[in-house]
């Protein structure tokens, strides 16, 4: 083994991801990425709503707006299932 070897010391900011190089020096949260993120999840929330014949809705909702940004099943199937006719596999016709 070689007793000449020379260690010397490294800076914190030389080891830094990139991301986390910009972030201040105290590594406050409200500044980085993370938070950004987080305020946006934050933003939307989930309702579940019955819908007709006992299925489900689910919509995601803005909470600011109100606005929803999507919803399973869709308005369309949603409008479909409400009618007389609608039955479970009626949407698509397989027989040849």
Do not use: W
Request: glycine share 8%; charged share 25%; proline share 3%.
């Amino acid at each position: 083994m070689q007793s000449n070897a020379k260690i010397g010391t490294v800076t914190a900011s030389a080891i830094l991801p990139a991301a986390a190089a910009g972030s201040t020096a105290g590594g406050d949260f409200h500044d980085s990425r993370a938070s950004e993120e987080a305020d946006r999840a934050a933003r939307y929330r989930l309702v579940i709503e019955e819908g007709p014949s006992g299925s489900f809705i689910y919509k995601t909702l803005d909470r600011v707006t109100g606005e929803v940004v999507k919803q399973l099943p869709r308005e369309q199937v949603v409008d479909l299932m409400r009618t007389a006719e609608y039955s479970s596999g009626s949407v698509i016709n397989t027989t040849a």
